[in-house]
């Protein structure tokens, strides 16, 4: 069997990867570098905590690959069980979060749930005026910058042909297979996937299958280094706008924190958003509620990108509903790192079987049809 996957993020390499591994001829297509897209504007949050009920089959898939991925692409890719720690500031959110858990428990994840006075006992410093906080021991965080590329090396190790600066021209479903033009050339094979991330709503339209995607650009920031203090990746569980911080320490002691900022539209042409200054003090009085040592640390970058937003929060992950060979995984809303070696291996399975034991219902394109205005 010959596949094109067309995207060289996280989810495409990963299912070049996979594919490959069950011996299928792949053809990767990347329109700028592997693992610049969406992938690389990510915090690198490894966790299963407050995720859609029915994206947890595929989150538990994915962590298992994540705690072999050392071993499985022959370099480290930073991944560490640190723990995910997610605080609550006020009743509705400590009552949201119990909710969660409750809700969460058949579905394979069971959270801790710490009062005030163990989450300072066990974290201290993290959080001083929380009134309790979930805990899942067994998520952590990875590096975004490293990921794609471990396993797009990998997988052209096992053969894949990896063509980058790549821009897809036009695809055609030539009734046995696909044929796509793009600027380094025509390719062709039996099967194509569209893991292109923001850009996989275009592909899909001109597939015929339109879904009501968004690209925004969300805002991330990294501090000076600092001596290690920190361990676990830390959030907030809030209803309130612009409160939803969240941060991780690196081994090399610098700070990482995202949120409390607005995802900003992006152009697909060139598709890349820039940091807003403006919200970076928003951002800063975030984190400082989760950890206020950081009041006098300087922040030495904030950096954007692009992601892919559908309608419903949800990504499109499944086969085509029209057309044969065809399938899809983009458009995972910002909380896609996590899942990334799992969608990888799931469409990998999906495509070289036509099986799969995740449920994807809920990702399925056709759930978008005669809604797309």
């Known amino acids: 069997m010959d596949a094109i996957v067309v995207g060289g993020g996280l989810m495409g390499t990963a299912a070049a990867f996979f594919l490959a591994r069950r011996g299928v001829r792949v053809t990767l297509l990347e329109r700028n570098r592997v693992g610049t897209g969406a992938t690389v504007a990510s915090f690198g949050n490894v966790r299963r905590t407050n995720r859609h009920l029915t994206q947890l089959p595929l989150a538990h898939r994915s962590l298992a690959l994540w705690n072999e991925a050392e071993a499985m692409l022959g370099r480290d890719v930073e991944f560490r069980v640190t723990g995910h720690l997610r605080l609550a500031f006020e009743d509705d959110a400590l009552q949201d979060m119990r909710a969660y858990a409750r809700a969460a428990l058949p579905w394979g994840l069971a959270l801790e749930e710490l009062g005030s006075n163990e989450l300072r006992a066990r974290f201290p410093g993290i959080g001083p005026d929380a009134i309790g ?194 399938f899809h995984a983009f458009g995972f809303c910002g909380h896609g790192f996590q899942l990334g070696p799992g969608v990888g291996e799931t469409m990998a399975d999906l495509i070289a079987s036509g099986h799969t034991d995740i449920p994807l219902e809920d990702f399925r394109i056709a759930r978008f049809s005669g809604a797309v205005s």
């Not at 995202?258 to 958003?273: K, N």
């Open 133 to 326: 906080a979930s805990f899942s021991p067994h998520d952590g965080c990875g590096n975004p910058r490293v990921i794609a590329p471990a396993f797009a090396e990998a997988a052209r190790r096992l053969g894949c042909s990896i063509v980058e600066d790549c821009t897809v021209l036009s695809i055609h479903h030539t009734g046995t297979g696909f044929t796509v033009e793009t600027s380094r050339g025509v390719f062709g094979s039996e099967v194509l996937l569209n893991a292109a991330g923001a850009w996989g709503g275009r592909i899909a339209a001109d597939l015929g299958e339109p879904v009501p995607i968004a690209a925004r650009g969300p805002q991330m920031g990294v501090t000076e280094p600092l001596p290690h203090r920190i361990l676990p990746v830390v959030g907030i569980w809030t209803r309130r706008a612009g409160a939803d911080g969240y941060l991780r320490q690196v081994e090399r002691g610098n700070v990482v924190f995202g949120g409390a900022a607005d995802r900003v539209a992006v152009d697909l042409d060139p598709g890349h958003a820039r940091p807003d200054p403006a919200a970076l003090p928003r951002q800063l009085r975030a984190i400082l509620r989760l950890v206020p040592a950081l009041a006098d640390v300087s922040v030495i970058r904030t950096w954007s990108g692009c992601e892919g937003y559908l309608a419903d929060m949800l990504p499109v992950m499944g086969p085509s509903a029209i057309t044969p060979g065809l």
